[in-house]
């Protein structure tokens, strides 16, 4: 029982929040025989740090920690648990500088056994998901939707029939987020018919998570696709836009075809970019404040290198060239990864602002220093996360065309293995490992 007098620092290091992917209290995640069910649990403590999850659940469960806020709780049915229900409950625990423990609030999860399985396939491209149809699902058939609703062809009724939900979707598609985890690369999604213009439900919601996980070591494709305008809308800017894109010179006069994917370069080969945004109201400005690389299509992996930070070139081959205040253009010489990583994608992160307005972000422009930030005008939009690519990183070797042509077709060799991981069939590539690499900086999320 916290004391009269507890600081309002110790209130507040009490504080653990749970983030998705939680599960919300109260929810009934389908689980079958034989197959592991996870579930994700990730939360954050002001003033304090998260030192354990503490699990009650049915008898074989167990925990693994993920990162210092995520944790994954693992049990598998048998044949003695099906048709049953089984409860979840957990919290998190945090400790202050002075080693006090405090406690989140506590939730709690339903798994509803059934007798059949989820069959998701997995090629060096795409992922399927087959889900048998049961009472739960049937009675949720209206408002079942991948994470990535809005996608017209993401939608559940193209494949499905009468006796199973089917999905086929690209690695990188549908919503489907990338994480990495230890060795491996993990391509995750889910079925799941919770509203998602809703903050919270009373309903029994149906929460199908389903993933393809591959070895880091090996190559995949991932269904490589343009990515368009991305659009945002926020009070005092309406509608806003911000498109990027690779070029082929440094003049920026054409752009690389969306349909040459991915673009393909030589170490230190050049290469021009050009974020470019439009904006609904007149008189604003862009600003990049940060640009990084990874080897994946994930903002947040683990592996990175940082190009732009703080407005300020952080890449020795950075080139800034001169453009409206709408536009920023710039470029730098291509490397790769350290290891058998042979795409690189780049993301950046974008602010728009009314233009010449004093104490906008736009206006500080490159800050050296990373001492206390001034404080922020409301003249300017939130912060956004753009990226584009990949660049694919080819060797003479590579191909019989002399000369760094940037419209090379793809020449991967597979060889079909079996990962007893979800059911994932793995395509491993016997392309060599990079020789020529810069160092990269390797961050924690």
């Not at 939730?107 to 049961?134: I, L, N, P, Q, W």
């Not at 498109?243 to 230190?268: A, C, G, I, M």
């Amino acid at each position: 029982m916290l004391t009269h007098t507890t600081s309002l620092h110790a209130l507040m290091a009490i504080i653990s929040l749970y983030v998705s992917p939680t599960p919300r209290n109260g929810v009934n995640i389908p689980a079958y025989v034989n197959i592991p069910l996870e579930i994700r649990v990730r939360a954050r403590a002001r003033y304090s740090s998260i030192s354990d999850l503490i699990v009650t659940g049915p008898r074989g469960v167990a925990k693994r920690r993920i990162s210092t806020e995520e944790f994954a709780i693992k049990w598998t049915p048998t044949e003695n648990e099906v048709n049953d229900h089984f409860p979840f409950c957990f919290f998190v625990e945090s400790r202050d500088r002075y080693y006090r423990i405090y406690q989140s609030e506590v939730r709690c999860v339903t798994a509803d056994v059934g007798h059949y399985k989820t069959v998701v396939r997995c090629t060096e491209s795409t992922m399927t998901v087959e889900v048998e149809r049961t009472y739960l699902i049937n009675r949720n058939q209206g408002s079942l939707h991948l994470k990535n609703y809005r996608d017209t062809g993401c939608r559940l009724s193209t494949r499905s029939n009468s006796t199973h939900l089917v999905a086929t979707m690209a690695l990188n598609g549908c919503g489907t987020t990338v994480e990495e985890d230890g060795d491996y690369i993990v391509f995750r999604n889910e079925i799941t018919s919770a509203d998602p213009s809703q903050v919270i439900t009373r309903q029994n919601e149906v929460e199908i998570v389903f993933s393809c996980v591959f070895p880091k070591r090996n190559n995949i494709t991932l269904g490589y696709k343009h990515k368009n305008l991305y659009a945002f809308l926020e009070k005092g800017f309406g509608a806003f836009t911000f498109q990027f894109e690779f070029y082929e010179s440094e003049r920026f006069r054409r752009q690389r075809d969306p349909n040459s994917y991915p673009v393909e370069v030589y170490l230190k080969q050049m290469i021009y970019m050009q974020i470019k945004s439009t904006a609904s109201i007149p008189n604003t400005e862009l600003f990049v404040e940060s640009c990084k690389a990874t080897p994946y299509d994930n903002p947040n992996s683990r592996i990175n290198y940082t190009i732009i930070s703080n407005g300020c070139a952080r890449d020795s081959t950075v080139r800034i060239y001169p453009s409206a205040n709408t536009l920023f253009r710039f470029g730098m010489e291509a490397f790769e990864f350290i290891g058998s990583h042979e795409q690189v994608y780049i993301s950046c992160t974008v602010i728009l602002c009314e233009t010449g307005v004093p104490g906008t972000r736009c206006f500080q422009g490159c800050i050296q220093s990373n001492g206390r930030k001034r404080r922020e005008a409301a003249s300017q939009t939130s912060r956004h996360s753009i990226s584009q690519g990949p660049l694919h990183l080819i060797k003479p070797s590579d191909s019989q065309v002399s000369g760094p042509s940037l419209n090379l077709g793809m020449n991967l060799v597979f060889i079909a293995g079996c990962l007893l991981v979800c059911g994932v069939v793995v395509y491993r590539s016997r392309r060599s490992k990079a020789k020529y690499q810069l160092l990269v900086n390797s961050e924690s999320d």
